[in-house]
DNA sequence: GAAACATCATTGGG
DNA sequence: ACCCAATGATGTTT
């Protein structure tokens, strides 16, 4: 969970234990690969805030909405949106974009999140997916503007689907080691936290299914660095500081 | 066995 | 050095 220190389940900070009640945790670990499932939110809840954020939330388009892969440009086979903080920015393929302001029904589950982990977070980014032909391919989360103690908390709302994690050392043909991946199911009303180093060791994939018809919003909520340098980031990354 | 589905290597400009 | 998605070949499931 948040401090890594083989402390057991359900010691989450003493400063939320008041507030929230103790949600089952259920543990993921893989070599290098640090995660927490659960559900946040019973199914009556998730549907409502499905529907708002099917009114709510607007996703890019136009060239915001295109990547570019191997000569060719492609609409991205999902739809994206950016919220948080003012004057925070997220970077896509090379393209950065500005995060909208916090809706009620974002920082309602903002709020959820931070309860259920002791976590605080600055950002998310959202990712609706009409259907099961609707996918994002194998990647990392390791953008340099990440606050790298974080965890990455993902919240799951509508179809669920499979995701897939791959270790980096057991991708492509000549593979330095055989390593099995991780696969489960993020259930409608799901959060799933990715811990470091994670996002170091492992990629993950929202795979094609063909037979999932209707769609799910994903909402991953960050921990963006503000204020920052380019110089001190480059040194808390490295952990090497002045 | 056939069809549908899943997995994975392949493709390059920024 | 790495990212990103579609494609066709191969493997698996129904």
Known sequence: MEEHEGVEEEEKDPSFEEFSHPIPWQKI?????????????????????FRQLEEEVVY??????????????????????TYGNAGLTYTYSGVRRLASPWTPTLEYIRNAVTGATGQKFNFVLINRYKDGQDHMGEHRDDEKELDPSCPIASVSLGAARDFVFRHR??????????????????????LLLMNPPTNTFWYH????????????????FRRILEDVTKQSKRNINSKNPD
């Open 29 to 49: 670990e893989a070599e290098g690969l640090d995660c927490d499932y659960a559900l946040l939110f019973l199914k009556g809840e998730a549907d409502n805030l």
């Open 60 to 81: 890019s388009t136009g060239e915001e909405a295109k990547v570019q892969v191997f000569g060719k440009v492609y609409n991205i086979p999902r739809k994206q949106a």
């Open 169 to 190: 050392d057991a991708r492509g043909k000549r593979s330095s080691r055989q390593i099995d991946p991780v696969k489960l199911e993020l259930a409608h009303g799901s």
């Open 205 to 220: 994939s929202l795979p094609v299914r063909k037979k999932v018809l209707s769609p799910r919003i994903n909402l991953t």
